[in-house]
């Protein structure tokens, strides 16, 4: 069931019995002291009745020492009419509560009679056809004889008025009802508003509308939930935007691979199936060979590195205090023998903490771009300097340059800037990949400054020996 | 003589396609890059261009989009194996989609089989005084007709196609048969035998020991 049905209802449930057992009460408390009153009145009437009865007793002419059942009856029928109100309903009784006179329609039983004894009196709420009395009785000394009289009173009305008074609650509980429920639902509604966004929102996530978050439409605990849940998808959009986007590196990188992979066997496949099923001349027999060998050379070059990433991916690194101007004097003793370049070094003396064989590995990546983007002949800087957050290494070339719009893609696998010029200098373009990986194990990251045309400035921060200050995005 | 142009990135593979159809008889032009081959096809006509997809300069399919208007049939010859890759090219109007890497015999056959739908291909072949009628599957030796069955019929064309190349038994079977080769199976050998005997070529289809057969024609 909703739940601003289920409040409505509850609602509803808790007005009516209220509003009924309040109505109740308040009536039935108004009927009661109602009849209380007429009950006074009754017994009232009956002692002046007793009075009027001894004192007219005393008045009749005495044969006897006693007063004659004839002569009550007289009395009593004097009584009956001689009142200013229409009529009085009275019956008198004799000692042996035996029926003396009975006015007429005072047709009720004896059990009040009964009950009465002498110098008593009491009354009951009685009910003939169709109208309600108070009975009462009393014992009435008159000329030594001991009677007993009984009154009714009419008190219809005060049944009336609490049939009337229970009717025109009944009336208003209706009312009170139908204005609440419209009332209610309104409020009900309003209340259920935030959980009915939270809802949507939940079926449009499910549907797989991440993106999509609930109106804030109040500010207590539902507004607050709405507001988490908010929290909520955004965290889940930016995970799932995170795997999403790693799914699409990932089939990037299989359609690379397999793109790369592919080539030179279909190279080998082939030069090889030629070589062994055709006559072929010295010349062409030669060139098959040779190009067998060096599709298969780039094979094993492109399985090679992608050994290394798949190390670096998932090792780590044996972090050691590294003198800077080591990996300076590896280099140079590495492309010493490179006369095509002119290499520059320049290096302040530091100590940083790095795994001495992967940091070669990448910086004899970055310099080997560096003179393959470059014209022979031409400058290429390296640089090592300390600044405020760690030790920086720079490589910058003079070359080629890389367009603006290829700067962001030049470190995922496979990818080549000029394709038919890496590949006639044999890359397979997995260097800069490599390099990412180790630095990533350095808690460091490869900073590229790129102009088409005037050069590249490839740069990465590791983090100095003995140097805690500032080094808290290095360590992430 | 019948021109292909062959374009891919890749020396090595450029080589290779343009070495094994000049063989089988056609003349080749081989460019590295997408503007090169639209350089080309200004310059020169062609009967048939091999397109690679992935190229430096203009993709593929762009040079696809300018090929188009020209009406040369199209082979794209790619390493992109995908369904959606392959629906793409042929939509954009190539008349066939050969993967990488590829058999050199099935790159002859599909040549082959796109020049002859563009009736660019004699559908009438001379070997010596046997003649074939590729388009009526009929045979004839010095003007009278040899009954073929059907494979027969399809052994012979890869023969022909494949003119001294020595042909690999496990290949003609595949190719023939369309069935996976059984290495002690005699039913090519069976079939080489009878059209041996049919066309009179017992020294034309030479056995080739640990391989399988090859058509010595001059």
Redo the contacts between chains.
Sequence with gaps: MKFSLKLLLWTIMVIALTLGLSGFYFVNYVFETALEREIDQALDENSILRFAFETAALNVPVKYDLLSDGSIEQIASNLETGSQSASRLLRLSDEEKTVLYASDGFETDDALLLQTEENQYSYRVIRLGERFYVQTARSVDALGRVLYLETLRDVSQVFEERDMGFRVYRRMTVLMLLLGSVIMYVISSRLAKPIRLLMDATKKMAAGDYSYRAKQVSSDELGQLTQDFNHMAEALENTIDKLEDEIQAREEFVGAFAHELKTPLTSIIGYADMLRSRKLDEEKSFLSANYIYTEGKRLEAMSLRLLDIIVAKKGSADLRKVSAGSLFEYLRSMFGMNENMEFVYSYEPATVLADFGLIQTVLVNLVDNASKASEPGSRIEIQGHRVQDGYRFTVRDFGIGIPEEEVSKITQAFYMVDKSRARSKNGAGLGLALCTEILALHGSKLEIDSTPGEGTLVGFLLREEGKEAGDEEIQS | MIKILIVD??K??C???D??LS?AGYSCVAV??GIAAIDAIEKNTFDLVLLDI?L?GADGYDVMEYIRPYKIPVIFIS???EVRDRVKGLKLGADDYLI?????TELLARVEAVLRRYNKTESRLVIGDVEIDIEARRVTRAGNPVALTSKEFDLLLLFVENR?????RENLYEKVWEDEYYANSRTLDLHVQRLRKKLGWEHELVAVYK?GY?LEVK
Excluded: C, G, S, T
Aim: no cysteine; aromatic share 6%.
């Design positions: 990135d890749e090595p593979i080589d290779l396609i070495m094994n063989a590295q890059d992935m430096p390493a992109k194996h990488k890497p590829f058999d050199i001294n190349v020595a042909l690999f391989v090859r």
